[in-house]
């Protein structure tokens, strides 16, 4: 009986092998949870377009949108683990498992992850009126009004809310919270000076920057965006570990081989290093990046736990 499973064991292994150096022998469908024309449509179909060229197969983006992405990650979650469905994912991503009472399905135990993909910086911008031009007397301001101060997002939930959330707890001050649907109407507000402050997408804000419409106080990557050079990070003002960016990448569903998942995320690797992705990039404000499945997992259980602490802490009820 022992050599018949040793036997059995190095079948498998093969069999595995040449199943992932077949991969993919047809299309494979990449599906975003928004509508087309929005952030994570504009990140996905530059990647897939250069895993086709690198892979010999289609890769066709098919639109599930509503809740935040939930209602296409499910749709992938119970699709066949076989490295023919993915999900582009977004920062709601890590989010919505704190924000919804409820989900149907597991984040962490129902998807294999993949790859990131890209990474858009997020600042923190003032209307010119708030009499602050560092974060430091932005603080000090803000303690001195005593709650009168407001701060804009895209919608309850979301990265730009619950920067503002981190904002308040990494400095004790206190801001009212206007929703938006959206965050051009959000910031739309803000430029008119119907709201105080928000944290944005550093592209769309750098025209109003130059212009003198928004002011920037901090950008709150771990690096200075490279759209706002001048513009210091949290932590280069003393707000350590202080992170909220808008990342981007694509999962499968759980029980996808191993071999496939490494052979898509080389293909992402390789992907990200190309030129022409990289400038097409460069217009969107974006950047290319890559992992390795294991460095995607990681980030993922290490971004639900830090927005868990914040929405706790905040107070937030989930939907």
Known sequence: MKPLCVAIGVTFVVWGGAKAQEYPVKTVRIVVGFAPGGPADLVVRPVAQKLHEMLGQPFVVDYRAGANGVIGAEAVAKSAPDGYTLLATTSGFTMNPNTFAKLPFDTIKDFAPVSLTANSDIAFMVNPVVPARTLREFIAVAKARRNALTYASSGTGGSLHL???????????????????????????????????????????????????LRALATASAQRARGLPDVPTFAEQGFADFEVDARYGLVAPAGVPRDILQKLSAAVAKAAQSPDLKE???????EAISSTPEQFADYVRRDIAKWRKVIAAAKIKPQ
């Not at 008119?192 to 750098?206: L, Q």
């Not at 097409?280 to 974006?286: C, D, E, I, Q, W």
């Open 280 to 286: 097409r990039y460069a217009t969107l404000g974006l």
């Open 163 to 213: 920067g503002g959330e981190m904002l308040k707890l990494a400095t004790g001050i206190d801001m009212l919270h206007v929703p938006y649907k959206g965050a051009s109407l959000a910031m739309a507000d803000v430029i008119g000076g119907h709201v105080d402050v928000m944290f944005i997408s550093v592209p769309p804000a750098i025209p109003q920057v130059k212009a003198g419409k």
